[in-house]
Structures are given as structure tokens and as C-alpha cells.
């Protein structure tokens, strides 16, 4: 199907959205089919409305993204996913209180579908940046989108996401949802309270002020979209290499585009570092200049490489990788999967050694 390259904004999202609504009433008349045949064993289920039923048409419907955008979107969403767990276990564990209340598996469903709104926008625009497959070939690969077009991918796609979890609202599930569609929505939320040049929150709240699960969605979706993509060196510098320059251009924009606690977090939940060494770590190396640096990828590769990755403190705690722990983090999402009816596989960037870890289990590593 031939999608139009229309420059002209207006136009071209109304027909993003007229082939958007269609999909989502589709979605809405699978839901009305497959009502009631499948309870799963927890709470998340009633009727075919409920947590369980969303995540289990998110995983259906990331099954069924074609392309290389699919192999994509499906890895990405098991990264942020783990990433977010992580985070937010760690939280708990520092008595951080916006933990209270909150199930870890809330957390889950809305990281596990953050982007799920992408799988009802056009084949054509992301097939544009990510490449088509026709058997070995890569057709488009790493064709650079047009301003409207990743202005209306970067907004729609979150705005789809919410629109999708409402097709599954459960109001006896009033609380789960409402943490779920606000990590849909809101993944894009800088800490600084901007996406892009917009206030993205409303009542323009920013900071602390902003819910801690928006906070941890928003640092894991950066952590896994930074990470080294097969389509990106076609028309940009790739220079992220590893989870740890990752980390380090996490740490680097804490305190402008991420928070600074729940980057802490990360690095208390893959190595073996205390809180308090984290959180110093953090604030020490966050960059602290004019914010309009942060576009510039060659200077932000720049503060990264010289600033944060060489330095003594980093290197020393990147040594430390706590094998035994990101162990137990992939085990509890793969369990928390589980209780919603689906099954996800431990083939995360962020735990690419999980299965050699699983094999090194009781012997004296961590």
C-alpha cells in the first residue's frame, strides 16, 4: 500500500488517524469475539475487559507486526518491560513511597505496552524507518522520516496506546489502568516536564511532581531506544555500543531528560552497588550545561566517551555486574508474564547473558 509523503501536517494526520480508528474498532470487535474464553489464574481478567486481556492483545497484536518494524517493536517492548520492573523494584526496596499501593505487574502491563499504539498506525511509515523484509532482502532500510512524519509517529503513537488500553478498561481495575495508560501516554515525558518543544503534562508539572511510574517508563524506554539498532548507522551516527554507554548517556542527561533516582535505580539493579554510591555516581556525572546541548549528538557523544564512560568511578562499577540479581529480575518478568497468559523470551539486550548466567546458578558468582 502506497502512503502519501505529505508535508502538509494537517492533512497527512487525518489520514493517519482515519487508518488508525479503523484499526482500533477492529481491535475492539476481537475483544467483543474472544470475551470470556480465557480467565487467567489472578486478577487481571473479567470478561475479556481487564490488565490480563490487555496484555495478552498486546502480545497478540506485537506477534502479528510484520517486517522488520515487528522483530523491532517486540524486542523493544521486552527491554523497556525489564527495564521498568527493575527500576521499580529497586524503588520498593528503597521505601520510595509512590511505591506504595502499586502492583509490580501494573508497572509490567503498561512498559510491556508503551508503544503498542505503533501497531495500529500504517505499515508504511514505520516500515519507512525500520526496512520491510522480502525473505533475505531489506527493502527502505533506514529511510530517514520527514519531520510530519516522526512529528505524527513520535505524538500519534502514544495517543494510540491509551486509545487501545481503553478498549479493554476494566473500572473494578481503576488503578491498574490508570498506571498503565499513564506509562502509555506519558513514556515520552522529559523530567524537565517537555516532549520536545511542548509541555507534555498536564498542569505542566515536571520533576517530582511527575508519578514515578512516567518516570521509570520514560528511563527504560531511553535505555533500550539508545542501544544499537540494524537500521539507525544508515543515516546516523550510531556510537552506543554496550548497555553500559547506555548507562552512561543515562547518567549524563539525569536531571534534564531523565530522573536522576530512577537511573540510580538501574545501576543498583544490574550491578553490584549500593544506593548511596549510585545516587553520588549520578549526581556527579550528570551533565549540568545549557540544556539545548543535549540535541547535539556530536557533543553529547563527546561529554559521554571523555566525561562519564572514561571515568575511574564508572569503569570500576560497570566492573561489578550483578549477574545473580539481573538473574532474579528476568525470572520474576518472566513469572509476572505468566500470570497474564502469555509467555516472553529472556532475549533481552539488557540480559544478553541470561541463559549463560542461568547456567553459572550455584556456582559461587554473583
Given amino acids: 500500500m502506497f502512503w ?16 488508525a480508528n479503523k484499526e482500533l474498532r477492529r481491535e475492539a470487535e476481537t475483544r467483543d469475539r474472544e470475551a470470556g474464553t480465557f480467565r487467567a489464574a489472578g486478577t487481571y481478567d473479567e470478561l475479556g475487559k481487564g490488565l490480563g486481556a490487555f496484555v495478552r492483545a498486546t502480545h497478540r497484536r506485537l506477534a502479528s507486526m510484520e517486517n522488520g518494524r515487528g522483530n523491532y517493536t517486540r ?3 521486552r ?18 513511597p509512590e511505591t506504595v499501593g502499586i502492583d509490580p505487574a501494573w508497572i509490567f502491563a503498561g512498559a510491556y505496552g508503551h508503544d503498542i499504539g505503533k501497531s495500529v498506525l500504517p505499515e508504511a511509515l514505520l516500515a519507512k524507518e525500520c526496512g520491510i523484509e ?12 520527514t519531520i510530519v512524519e516522526r512529528s505524527t509517529l513520535r505524538h500519534e503513537h502514544t495517543r494510540l496506546s491509551s ?37 507534555s503534562y498536564p498542569l505542566g508539572k515536571r520533576g517530582a511532581d511527575l508519578p514515578l511510574h512516567c518516570r521509570i517508563a520514560k528511563t527504560a524506554d531511553f535505555l533500550s531506544a539508545v542501544l544499537p539498532r540494524q537500521y539507525r548507522p544508515v543515516y546516523h551516527q550510531q556510537w552506543v555500543e554496550t548497555v553500559d554507554h547506555a548507562l ?13 533516582f530512577t537511573v540510580s535505580c538501574l545501576l543498583t539493579g544490574m550491578y553490584d552497588i549500593p544506593p548511596g554510591e549510585a545516587d553520588s555516581l549520578v549526581h ?14 556530536g557533543f553529547m557523544k563527546e561529554y559521554v566517551m571523555q566525561h562519564v564512560g572514561s571515568n575511574t568511578e564508572f569503569m570500576d562499577a560497570m566492573k561489578r555486574r550483578h549477574d545473580r540479581k539481573i538473574v532474579r529480575y528476568t525470572e520474576m518478568i ?33
Wanted: with cysteine; glycine share 8%.
Fill in 334 to 366: 518472566i513469572d509476572c508474564a505468566e500470570k497474564f497468559g502469555i509467555e516472553i523470551a529472556p532475549d533481552f539486550l539488557v540480559t544478553s547473558h541470561y541463559k549463560e548466567m542461568l547456567e553459572r546458578r550455584g556456582d559461587g558468582q554473583k
Fill in 4 to 19: 502519501p509523503r505529505n508535508k502538509a501536517g494537517p492533512l497527512y494526520r487525518a489520514l493517519i488517524v482515519f487508518h
Fill in 79 to 96: 527491554e523497556v518491560a525489564t527495564a521498568a520492573w527493575t527500576q521499580f523494584i529497586e524503588a520498593i526496596l528503597r521505601r520510595h
Fill in 163 to 199: 486509545e487501545l488500553g481503553k478498549i479493554y478498561w476494566d473500572p473494578s481495575q481503576n488503578a491498574g489502568f490508570n498506571v498503565a495508560q499513564d506509562m502509555m501516554g506519558l513514556h515520552h515525558v522529559t523530567y524537565n516536564g517537555l516532549d520536545g518543544a511542548y509541555p
Fill in 75 to 77: 524486542m523493544h517492548s
Fill in 134 to 145: 522480502l525473505g533475505w532482502l531489506k527493502v527502505f532500510l533506514g529511510m530517514k522520516l
Fill in 284 to 297: 556527579k556525572l550528570m551533565y549540568i550545561g545549557n540544556p539545548k546541548n543535549l540535541s547535539d549528538m
Fill in 248 to 260: 552512561a548517556y543515562a547518567i549524563a542527561v539525569s536531571g534534564t531528560e531523565l530522573d536522576p
